[in-house]
């Protein structure tokens, strides 16, 4: 019977633990093998959208509970004492409403401002891969300050907010007023609260870029940030639209 005799001795690095053939080593490739900041990067954006969900649920819950409290107030008569009578005290309110629908406007603006923004930093980290090789230059590329113009916009719209209750104190409607004006000043109250916690993520957003933080950590404050300002003005138009037809 024929045998095979190797030709040269066999070395302990060609055997396997099990006999077969060791495999090359494979390195990092996507977004591994990028360093600290980036060898992580799907996982923390994954978490990070991750919290910004748990954070516009916990959000939604709250104005379900304050809708449902609005609607049944208001077909809620109250005892009246002198009376010794339940009576209707919902009252109306006179909404300024040419100076809402300038701030919707100023805050649907700032939305779109928004996602150029996150589109503009996804680009840039798409391409960070090719202007990191030696001797490759994609030119000068003149960037719309769209971040900025963003904080301009929700700080314009928070001013315009406060414009609004000072014409509503003006025309005479007070917190105390009656259930109605109370239910306004609490709805557009607890909705600036949130949206000037989106103006703060904003202004981080914009302080990673002057720290000189990594593509990939801006790109992450900027995308949840982005999520979070759309759905702030999808629900400013909602508040609007209850507090103006479901009076």
């Known amino acids: 019977m024929a045998t095979f005799i190797p030709s040269g001795p066999v070395t302990h690095e060609q055997l396997g633990h099990g006999g077969g053939v ?6 990092g490739g996507g977004d591994e093998g990028q360093g600290d900041e980036g060898s992580d990067y799907v996982g923390r954006l994954r978490r990070a959208r991750l919290g910004v969900a748990v954070a516009i649920a916990a959000v939604v819950m709250i104005f379900v509970s304050l809708t449902s ?11 009246d004492s002198p009376s010794s009578s339940y009576v209707r005290d919902w009252g109306e309110v006179s909404l300024p409403l040419a100076l809402l629908i300038m701030n919707t406007a ?26 990191s090789i030696p001797g490759v230059s994609l030119g000068e590329e003149r960037r719309f300050p769209w971040l900025g113009l963003t904080v301009v916009l929700g700080i314009g719209f928070l001013a315009g907010q406060f414009l609004a209750w000072s014409e509503l104190r003006r025309r005479g409607f007070f917190i105390p007023t009656n259930p109605n004006s109370s239910f306004v000043y609490l709805f557009t109250g607890v909705h ?25 950590s801006r790109r992450i404050v900027i995308d949840v940030t982005a999520w979070y300002w759309h759905f702030m003005a999808l629900l400013w138009v909602y508040v609007f639209a209850l507090l103006e037809f479901a009076r």
């Open 22 to 27: 060791t495999e090359p080593p494979v390195r």
């Open 69 to 79: 409290a609005y609607i049944v107030r208001q077909g809620l008569p109250t005892f």
């Open 106 to 131: 100023v805050l649907l603006i700032s939305s779109v401002t928004m996602e150029g923004a996150r589109r503009s930093i996804t680009r840039q980290s798409a391409l960070a891969p090719v202007t």
């Open 192 to 216: 600036a609260v949130h949206l000037a916690g989106g103006v703060l993520a904003l202004l981080w957003a914009g302080m990673t870029s002057l720290l000189d933080k990594p593509i990939e």
